[in-house]
């Protein structure tokens, strides 16, 4: 699907809806669908909208905020709901703790210090995640596993933040198998410390492992291809 072409963002996005909903039903729980239309205009969004979607993640600043400003305006009534959910640089966050509802990416304190500083007054606390590298690769943002009940307690002491859970990206496996081993990792250290510190969201799953991510304990999932069709890169704002 071309990016010029969004007649097709509707079906595809019942698609992934249903499996969800089958993938919901067999774990008991209710899990929220995210929508990630980083590198997609602001018009393929407006047709997931008015497919029934609200939850959209951005990874980029720029493009997110002026998305975000674009849909505000066509569309106010569609009241969605907007998470930044790519690594996040010292001198972007102003702009995004003005323009987000979520942060999905807290993976160091300064990061969060900075959002809570910069969160106007006037909005509500920002909901926030802490991603966690549970796989340990180098390559890859995320606190370590030793080093996060640590961030918890000094993320929880930022009064324009709420933390909500935990978000992580496992490395892409080749089994089933090595798909759940990460993920199921996640869950024991979500279930460890969600009743200690009031958590209850745990972000894992995108288009390629969402089933097992929901079958492991996860009650978000990301999903931006299946939804969108294939990205192209021309620029990353």
């Not at 920002?126 to 030793?146: Q, R």
Request: charge should be neutral; hydrophobic fraction near 45%; include cysteine.
């Amino acid at each position: 699907m071309s990016q010029e072409n969004f007649s097709q963002i509707a079906p595809r996005l019942h698609q992934v809806q249903d499996k969800l909903q089958e993938a919901a039903g067999k774990a008991g729980r209710e899990i929220v669908l995210m929508a990630v239309s980083k590198t997609f205009p602001a018009e393929a969004v407006e047709a997931a909208a008015a497919a029934g979607q609200r939850v959209f993640g951005e990874n980029y600043a720029q493009e997110g905020c002026a998305k975000i400003d674009a849909l505000k305006a066509s569309h106010p009534e569609y009241a969605l709901q907007w998470h930044f959910i790519g690594p996040l640089q010292a001198n972007k966050t102003r702009m995004v703790a003005e323009h987000f509802d979520w942060v999905d990416s807290i993976d160091r304190l300064k990061i969060a210090q900075r959002l809570n500083d910069q969160r106007p007054q006037g909005m509500a606390p920002l909901n926030v995640l802490i991603e966690v590298n549970i796989d340990a690769e180098d390559t890859k943002s995320g606190v370590a596993p030793a080093a996060l009940e640590e961030l918890i307690e000094n993320v929880q002491k930022l009064p324009r933040l709420r933390l909500r859970g935990l978000m992580t990206i496992p490395a892409p496996a080749a089994t089933k198998e090595e798909q759940m081993k990460p993920l199921r990792a996640m869950k024991k250290l979500f279930d460890e410390l969600a009743p200690r510190y009031g958590l209850d969201v745990l972000s894992m799953g995108m288009s390629a492992d969402m089933v097992a991510a929901v079958e492991a304990g996860s009650t978000m999932v990301r999903v931006g291809s299946a939804i969108f069709g294939a990205r192209h890169y021309p620029n990353k704002a």
